[in-house]
């Protein structure tokens, strides 16, 4: 098989419900979606184990105490656990340079055990995040930030897909909502999620099919004018911008499927970039937040890991 055209999980449509549009959105149940699919991954781990004799092994560099990147660390971990893939966690403390986290990469590039490797972001200030995330090895690159990954993807034939896009393709094809043909706008243009999620989109096609790609996709961000005037086209609406509440019922086109990626701390608590309550009476599909996109993240970089083990033992066959 060509290494480059690595084939993601099919859905299993016979646990999925076809959604319809109603008056009230139907919500998209990403948390479950994760766990149907987080079983299909431990089915796949344990078939790996028997051929191979090992675990595929994740390790996760954490530099610093950031409370929320020890909580996104400690979630992995936990979700590795259930799967059956091996997790590694290297602790560097928050002074650390560049160079102290370039040889924690190098020597995870040379450790022949370690599959996959994800420098947890964002790094304290003094560490140059693109040099650092430019020296993991491509094939052990499960965020998919390298050049070489984000080349691939841009020419559609990717080895790696970042794990929050391939997570919302995932469920939209689980979901029964194809995006061929299909208005999408995507607020955000990050190369965490915005960029590669309008790029995946915009393909001919898709590991799931030219059914989940082919979309006519516009991605906005802070400087787009009338964005209201955009979003409101879009029968597919990605909202990946960082600030609460921001997309109103204005924004959206009646029976818009609505994608929410955002994660915001507030006094209320989580709430994403869309305004759920008012939203969700426009919209004919929405995530909720949190349980929507952010557990799906976790999941995919599982599949991504054990992509990885594959891609590694089929190089040195
Ligand atoms: P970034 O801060 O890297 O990017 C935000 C984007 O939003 C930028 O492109 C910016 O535009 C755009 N933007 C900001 N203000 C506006 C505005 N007023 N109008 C239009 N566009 C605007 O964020 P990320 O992509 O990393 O994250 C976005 C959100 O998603 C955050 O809340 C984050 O926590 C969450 N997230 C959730 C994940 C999950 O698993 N659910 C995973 C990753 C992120 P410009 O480029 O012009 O500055």
């Given at each position: 098989m060509d290494q480059r055209r690595i084939r993601y999980p099919t859905a299993p449509l016979t646990n999925t419900k076809k959604l319809e549009h109603a008056m009230s959105a139907k919500l998209l149940d990403g948390k479950g979606i994760s766990k149907e699919i987080q079983k299909e991954t431990k089915v796949k781990v344990e078939q790996f184990i028997a051929d191979h004799g090992e675990s595929p092994v994740l390790a996760a560099v954490l530099v610093g105490d950031d409370p929320a990147s020890q909580v996104y660390v400690r979630n992995k971990e936990r979700a590795c656990a259930r799967a059956g893939i091996e997790s590694q966690l290297h602790r560097l403390p928050a002074t650390s340079t560049t160079e102290d986290i370039l040889a924690k990469v190098v020597e995870l590039n040379e450790d022949s055990q370690v599959n996959g490797i994800l420098v947890q972001l964002p790094l304290p200030d003094q560490a140059d995040s693109r040099v650092i995330l430019d020296a993991i090895d491509p094939q052990k690159d499960v965020d998919a930030f390298h050049p070489h990954n984000v080349g691939l993807i841009s020419q559609g034939r990717p080895q790696f897909l970042p794990c929050t896009p391939h997570g919302i393709v995932q469920m939209l094809k689980r979901c029964g909502i194809e995006t061929t043909g299909k208005s999408v706008c995507v607020i955000g243009r990050s190369d965490i999620v915005g960029k590669p999620m309008a790029m995946m989109l915009g393909q001919k096609d898709s590991d799931l099919g030219p059914e989940m790609a082919n979309a006519t996709v516009t991605l906005c961000h802070s400087?787009?004018?009338?964005l209201a005037s955009i979003t409101q086209q879009a029968d597919i609406l990605i909202a990946a911008i960082g600030r609460p509440n921001f997309v109103t019922p204005d924004m959206i086109k009646p029976g818009a499927v609505v994608v929410d990626v955002g994660i915001n701390r507030t006094e209320q608590g989580l709430v994403g970039d869309v305004d759920f309550d008012s939203g969700k009476e426009v919209a004919g599909f929405i995530t909720p937040v949190p349980g929507g996109v952010g557990p799906l993240t976790v999941t995919m970089l599982l599949e991504n890991t054990l992509m990885a083990a594959i891609i590694q033992i089929k190089s040195i066959a």
């Amino acid at each position: 098989m060509d290494q480059r055209r690595i084939r993601y999980p099919t859905a299993p449509l016979t646990n999925t419900k076809k959604l319809e549009h109603a008056m009230s959105a139907k919500l998209l149940d990403g948390k479950g979606i994760s766990k149907e699919i987080q079983k299909e991954t431990k089915v796949k781990v344990e078939q790996f184990i028997a051929d191979h004799g090992e675990s595929p092994v994740l390790a996760a560099v954490l530099v610093g105490d950031d409370p929320a990147s020890q909580v996104y660390v400690r979630n992995k971990e936990r979700a590795c656990a259930r799967a059956g893939i091996e997790s590694q966690l290297h602790r560097l403390p928050a002074t650390s340079t560049t160079e102290d986290i370039l040889a924690k990469v190098v020597e995870l590039n040379e450790d022949s055990q370690v599959n996959g490797i994800l420098v947890q972001l964002p790094l304290p200030d003094q560490a140059d995040s693109r040099v650092i995330l430019d020296a993991i090895d491509p094939q052990k690159d499960v965020d998919a930030f390298h050049p070489h990954n984000v080349g691939l993807i841009s020419q559609g034939r990717p080895q790696f897909l970042p794990c929050t896009p391939h997570g919302i393709v995932q469920m939209l094809k689980r979901c029964g909502i194809e995006t061929t043909g299909k208005s999408v706008c995507v607020i955000g243009r990050s190369d965490i999620v915005g960029k590669p999620m309008a790029m995946m989109l915009g393909q001919k096609d898709s590991d799931l099919g030219p059914e989940m790609a082919n979309a006519t996709v516009t991605l906005c961000h802070s400087r787009t004018q009338n964005l209201a005037s955009i979003t409101q086209q879009a029968d597919i609406l990605i909202a990946a911008i960082g600030r609460p509440n921001f997309v109103t019922p204005d924004m959206i086109k009646p029976g818009a499927v609505v994608v929410d990626v955002g994660i915001n701390r507030t006094e209320q608590g989580l709430v994403g970039d869309v305004d759920f309550d008012s939203g969700k009476e426009v919209a004919g599909f929405i995530t909720p937040v949190p349980g929507g996109v952010g557990p799906l993240t976790v999941t995919m970089l599982l599949e991504n890991t054990l992509m990885a083990a594959i891609i590694q033992i089929k190089s040195i066959a």
